[in-house]
């Protein structure tokens, strides 16, 4: 499934130019957009950055027609076709999305790599939507990466210190940041284990549940730095705040309970922790020589377990119950008297409407032809969290 690519084009100042005719690249996915920029500079020989999604005619963010808007030096010698599309300001823009946003990011990082003695000799775009922005630096030193995040997710920093202090090895190198969304990222050698196995999953969690068992006694550090707390109650007020403008119907007693659902899981004695937020073995890349947890922008205090729920999920039936029953004789020897089970099973629910909140935080902070990524994701959450009230209350 290839994706037909319209490119609409702006100069440096954000005046509109026109589009290059369509062509296809071989990625489905909207947000990976290197192959965008590689096939413009082949087909019609202009380096472009693209800046964000205009439009795309799927009901998920995959193959077929899809409108971008680029930035350009000057315009191309091809020919290009005009095009109407509304460039107006939005208050949600990402800063990455504007015309001269990527230059004025590349240049931060520019700066910090050369006082790290690490000059960019190469830049590679890669990714670019409503959650983050992505490009590979190159240079004799070796390889870092530039990632920039939007407000919600700007602890991710912060976390990534904490990280290499405490459990160090197990997460990317930060090498810099800006405190405002901007992060460096030392390369990390290896792939991204989308579809692992149980067999694969069983190392992830014990390093996490490492990170989790360090992070207990620096939770008021973490906090205190900026990492959302949804420890306990919080949590309940959190996730009916965020599904304050959908149609919950459905789920109506679930929240209305999930003060008393929430107090009998603290009552299992499972300590509150640093949590990854999305542990889904693509965000953790894998080499011969070591493992690395990825992607911490999801990242809060609460309960450990909704780390374990994730990362089970597209495993069949046994395969989970082996990563869960792991997951629970490593709190059980580190916490005797402590009841896993229990609580993983009371969490199972508030697991599915948590991420039905994330997804509303997503919606409510992205301009409106980039809600597409996630347009889908509240109603399905929801419905996952209705399949799973027959856990213990």
Known sequence: MSRTVTLVL????????G???????????????????????????????????LAGDRPRAVGGPVTYLGQVGEPPATPLVPAHVDLAPDPLRAPYAEPGGPARSLAWAGAELRRLGRPV??????????????????GRSGTAWLKQVPV????????????????????PTLLADDGDGR?????????????????????????????????????????????????????????????????????????AGLETRLAEVRACGVPETLVHGDLHPGNVRASS???????????????????VLRL??????????????????????DLP??????????????AALRMAAVYAMFLDGIEASERVYHATDVDACLARALGQVTAPT
């Open 10 to 17: 702006v100069d440096a100042a954000g005046t509109p130019l």
């Open 121 to 138: 000799e190469t830049v590679t775009q890669q990714r670019t939507w409503n959650l983050s922005a992505i490009w590979r630096l190159d």
């Open 289 to 307: 020589e070591r493992q690395v947890i990825i992607d911490w922008g999801d990242a809060f205090v609460g309960h450990p377990a909704f780390d």
């Open 337 to 350: 008297g402590c009841d896993p089970e229990r609580a993983v099973e009371l969490l199972r629910p508030v």
């Open 19 to 53: 589009a290059l005719p369509p062509f296809d690249v071989p990625v489905p996915w909207w947000q990976e957009v290197g192959g965008v920029v590689e096939e413009a500079r082949r087909r019609y020989g202009v380096e472009v950055s693209v800046l964000r999604l």
């Open 152 to 171: 919600f997710f700007r602890h991710e920093a912060a976390v990534l210190r904490w990280l290499s202090r405490t459990v160090p090895g197990r997460t």
């Open 183 to 255: 992060m460096l990222l030392d390369h990390v050698p290896g792939e991204d284990r989308y579809g692992a196995g149980a067999d694969e999953r069983l190392p992830m969690l014990a390093d996490m549940h490492a990170v989790h068992l360090r992070s207990v006694p620096d939770v008021p550090d973490l906090v205190a730095a900026g990492v959302p707390d949804l420890r306990g109650h919080t949590l309940a007020g959190w996730i009916r705040d965020r599904l304050a403008a959908y149609d919950t119907s459905s789920v109506e007693p679930l929240l």
């Open 312 to 333: 089970v999920e597209g495993l069949d039936a046994a395969s989970s119950v082996l990563v869960v029953e792991e997951w629970c004789a490593r709190w059980r020897a």
